[in-house]
């Protein structure tokens, strides 16, 4: 399997709510969210099977997640490899609020 490119970039794409990663330009991998006031809810994290093992998730929710926090936002968890990465990556417990049942709630109205 063949490592990243150096051409791999994180980019947020607010018009279709998501952060993507591209190796040499083209989407490999996505992260969406909906915003529900100072909380950006991760709702789904996904990466090309090709690019499987890769790394490329761990990257695009880092960077997500440090854009999250540039933005003085917060962060809701409801994406389960979201949830996973941060349990593994403490220094973003500080802008992390629980997944609720009004969180969940909410998110089914946003997505129908």
């Keep these: 399997m063949s490592q990243p490119s150096s051409s791999t970039t994180v980019r947020r794409t ?3 709510h998501r952060y993507e990663i591209l190796v040499d ?3 490999v991998g996505l992260t969406a969210y909906r915003d529900h006031g100072d909380q ?3 709702f ?3 990466v090309d099977d090709a690019f499987a093992g890769q790394g490329l998730a761990s990257r695009l929710v880092q960077e997500a ?9 917060r962060i809701v968890p409801v994406c389960p490899y979201v949830a996973k990465f941060l349990k593994r990556h403490e220094e973003f417990a500080d802008i992390t609020d629980p ?4 969180i969940m709630h909410w998110l089914d109205l946003q997505l129908g």
């Design 14 to 16: 607010d018009a279709k």
């Design 25 to 27: 330009g083209a989407r």
């Design 40 to 42: 950006r809810v991760f």
């Design 44 to 46: 789904h994290t996904e």
């Design 65 to 73: 997640l440090t854009d999250v926090r540039e933005s003085r936002k």
């Design 99 to 102: 997944v609720t049942p009004e």
